[in-house]
């Protein structure tokens, strides 16, 4: 069972790319997820079936890519979210620095508040307005108080799951742009949105590299998710005036944290290149999901 890479949260969208991209590189990887089903599958929230994942596979990087990213749910049920994203990467981080590996924790972008599009850096002060953020936010400081050599990448991640009954963002948006009819999208909620093939790479080069500490890795762009949606319907051949203007405000539910841009200077100085703009990365979920049309 032993393997040099531990890849948790392995069917998710980032776990699914992960496992690609060390495909590529000829990384044997070990995948872990509570449905796995060509890896290994138990409850991540098990601290022993965690120890016992450490001692058998003996990994040299570790990379934790599970989490409950629905923060309706997370709102509801606090207590069950916090077991896998704070508990969880607290426990990896700690497991990580006793068995001498190298830990990387995803973590989130949900972090900033305010009226105007800006790129944050890494220290940048947070508001934390949701369950969702306070949990994510306690994780970072948990994992590199626990494995100092640890990092922590703050991103955001669009690209095609293929679950059905919970699509990604991206899906969700070419189902409405294909469906023909007006839809909203936000002018004043803004990401640097990256796409998961792209960002799995970067991950693997940081790791590489030994960057440590909290990271920003995403688009170089930060856009808002009308441009974002109106970028991708362009790169796809949709028509691009389906998507119509709307407020973040109209949204019910759970409170969101809306100026989520990311400055990545720092990342890309680390790599070495320029991570990608926004038409690039919907340009790279165009050619993506021609890719998979054609092998279907």
């Given at each position: 069972?032993?393997?040099?890479?531990?890849?948790?949260?392995?069917?998710?969208?980032?776990?699914?790319?992960?496992?690609?991209?060390?495909?590529?590189?000829?990384?044997?990887?070990?995948?872990?997820?509570?449905?796995?089903?060509?890896?290994?599958?138990?409850?991540?929230?098990?601290?022993?079936?965690?120890?016992?994942?450490?001692?058998?596979?003996?990994?040299?990087?570790?990379?934790?890519?599970?989490?409950?990213?629905?923060?309706?749910?997370?709102?509801?049920?606090?207590?069950?979210?916090?077991?896998?994203?704070?508990?969880?990467?607290?426990?990896?981080?700690?497991?990580?620095?006793?068995?001498?590996?190298?830990?990387?924790?995803?973590?989130?972008?949900?972090?900033?508040?305010?009226?105007?599009?800006?790129?944050?850096?890494?220290?940048?002060?947070?508001?934390?307005?949701?369950?969702?953020?306070?949990?994510?936010?306690?994780?970072?400081?948990?994992?590199?108080?626990?494995?100092?050599?640890?990092?922590?990448?703050?991103?955001?991640?669009?690209?095609?799951?293929?679950?059905?009954?919970?699509p990604t963002f991206?899906?969700?948006?070419?189902?409405?742009?294909?469906?023909?009819?007006?839809?909203?999208?936000?002018?004043?909620?803004?990401?640097?949105?990256?796409?998961?093939?792209?960002?799995?790479?970067?991950?693997?080069?940081?790791?590489?590299?030994?960057?440590?500490?909290?990271?920003?890795?995403?688009?170089?762009?930060?856009a808002s998710k009308?441009?974002?949606?109106?970028?991708?319907?362009?790169?796809?051949?949709?028509?691009?005036?389906?998507?119509?203007?709307?407020?973040?405000?109209?949204?019910?539910?759970?409170?969101?944290?809306?100026?989520?841009?990311?400055?990545?200077?720092?990342?890309?100085?680390?790599?070495g290149r320029t991570?990608?703009?926004?038409?690039?990365?919907?340009?790279?979920?165009?050619?993506?999901?021609?890719?998979?049309?054609?092998?279907?």
């Amino acid at each position: 069972m032993s393997s040099p890479l531990v890849v948790l949260g392995s069917t998710g969208l980032l776990g699914q790319a992960l496992r690609r991209e060390a495909r590529h590189r000829r990384v044997p990887a070990l995948a872990v997820a509570r449905g796995e089903t060509c890896g290994l599958a138990f409850d991540l929230t098990d601290e022993q079936a965690l120890k016992t994942l450490f001692e058998r596979a003996r990994p040299e990087l570790v990379i934790n890519a599970a989490a409950n990213t629905r923060l309706d749910d997370v709102e509801r049920r606090p207590g069950d979210a916090y077991l896998v994203n704070t508990r969880l990467p607290a426990l990896l981080a700690r497991l990580c620095s006793q068995h001498g590996a190298k830990f990387v924790h995803v973590s989130t972008d949900h972090y900033f508040t305010g009226r105007e599009n800006q790129r944050h850096h890494e220290h940048a002060p947070v508001t934390l307005v949701n369950e969702y953020a306070r949990g994510k936010y306690a994780a970072e400081s948990l994992v590199l108080a626990s494995c100092p050599g640890a990092l922590v990448v703050r991103t955001n991640l669009v690209g095609w799951r293929g679950w059905a009954a919970q699509p990604t963002f991206a899906e969700w948006v070419v189902e409405q742009l294909r469906g023909g009819q007006p839809f909203p999208a936000f002018t004043d909620m803004w990401t640097s949105s990256i796409d998961a093939d792209t960002l799995a790479a970067a991950v693997f080069d940081l790791a590489d590299h030994g960057a440590s500490g909290v990271l920003n890795v995403a688009s170089r762009t930060s856009a808002s998710k009308l441009e974002f949606i109106r970028s991708l319907a362009h790169s796809l051949g949709l028509d691009a005036t389906l998507a119509q203007p709307s407020s973040v405000s109209t949204l019910a539910g759970t409170p969101r944290a809306n100026t989520l841009g990311l400055d990545v200077g720092r990342a890309e100085a680390l790599l070495g290149r320029t991570l990608p703009s926004l038409e690039q990365v919907t340009q790279a979920l165009s050619a993506q999901l021609q890719e998979t049309a054609h092998a279907a």
